[in-house]
């Protein structure tokens, strides 16, 4: 990792962390939660290698970016303005966009508002319809009130404060390893998190590390969070429903003008989640992105499959945006 540029840049009013490598056209790589730069460090360097620029962030909130204090400075208008800034100070026109997790719900609404800035996206793991256009709230607690009872917090729809003083019962670095390795064989639907108290938290993590995780990997992402806690990570949960609400003149919008690839694993909870995969393949995901060329499910990859299948992952975007 050593050939990878580190540096920071003025965007939005905040002072962002980008890791970048390579000459070329710009490949923009958005992570998610709760993850880092580091996420896509397989990707950085296969694609610098095949003639590309290669750039990840670390976005708003997250790693060594600027993580401002209000709730309301991570509306999906603060993360979208933060990646436009972004691609100016790059340079250039148009990126090819690669986003996973919230890397790629924040990807989607910059293809909505500035499609004019996007060559082509790939994304990872979460489509388009489910976090756009409606309401996120009640019918995801009511989901998980049905899937696990009263006896777990939601991290997504916490007061300030109450889900970090929970995930602080936890050792960062347990609690990073069991959401990186959570797969659908553990528990249906996406991951919870234990109320203050339950210190046992998840009865999932496995006892050795994966051959896609590394100690050394697992390191690096507890020394950020160790540093800069989770509260950054957890605004972006406490906007859904005010970027439902700035966002409504977009309702029943979708995506026409970027050509898309999806793609996840068999095991992601995401996809395995209720209606997820008749959204994905009996029309709905078509319908709402008509530009959508290919949906590519990965046989036995979970959730982060930009580093479980790595190499996967990268042929996949470079045989998708060499065409472009």
């Known amino acids: 990792m050593e050939s990878i540029v580190h ?17 070329g056209p710009v490949v923009l790589f958005l992570h998610g939660f709760p993850e880092l730069w580091y996420s ?6 296969a694609l610098s290698s095949l003639g590309y620029r290669a750039v990840a962030p670390d976005l708003r909130g997250y790693g060594d970016t600027d993580a401002p204090a209000p709730v309301t400075s991570y509306s ?11 691609i100016d100070s790059l340079g250039v026109d148009q990126v090819f966009l690669v986003g996973h997790d919230w890397g790629a719900i924040i990807g989607w609404y910059l293809c909505l508002f500035r499609p004019d800035r996007i060559k082509a996206y790939v994304c990872l793991s979460v489509p388009f319809r489910p976090f756009l256009g409606r309401n996120p709230h009640q019918k995801t607690v009511d989901m998980f009130q049905a899937l696990y009872g009263d006896d777990y917090y939601i991290c997504r729809f916490q007061e300030p404060g109450k889900m970090e003083a929970a995930m602080a019962c936890i050792d960062t670095a347990h609690l990073l390893k069991n959401i990186f390795t959570a797969r659908k064989t553990d528990f ?24 896609w ?9 507890v020394t950020k969070f160790d540093k800069t806690g989770f509260t950054g990570a957890l605004n972006y949960y406490r906007n859904l429903n005010l970027n439902w609400e700035l966002t409504a003149p977009w309702t029943e919008i979708g995506i026409v003008n970027v050509p ?11 996809y395995t989640s209720p209606g997820m995969k008749e959204y994905i393949h009996n029309g709905g995901f078509k319908k ?3 530009t959508l060329e290919e949906v590519v499910v990965q046989e036995g990859v979970a959730h982060f499959n930009n580093q479980e299948a790595a190499e996967d992952v990268s042929n996949h975007i470079y045989h998708f945006i060499k065409k472009f």
């Open 7 to 23: 540096r920071r840049v003025e965007v939005n009013g905040i002072k962002m962390h980008v890791a970048e490598k390579g000459e």
């Open 260 to 270: 898309v690839k999806f793609i996840t694993g068999s095991a992601d909870l995401m």
């Open 188 to 211: 249906d639907g996406p991951p919870v998190f234990p109320k203050v108290g339950h210190r046992t938290g998840f009865p999932y993590a496995p006892h050795t590390f994966p051959s």
């Open 288 to 290: 709402d992105v008509p």
């Open 40 to 45: 896509w460090r397989h990707q950085i360097i």
């Open 76 to 86: 999906v208008f603060h993360l979208v303005g933060d990646l436009v800034a972004l």
């Open 213 to 221: 995780l590394s100690e050394e990997d697992l390191f690096y992402y």
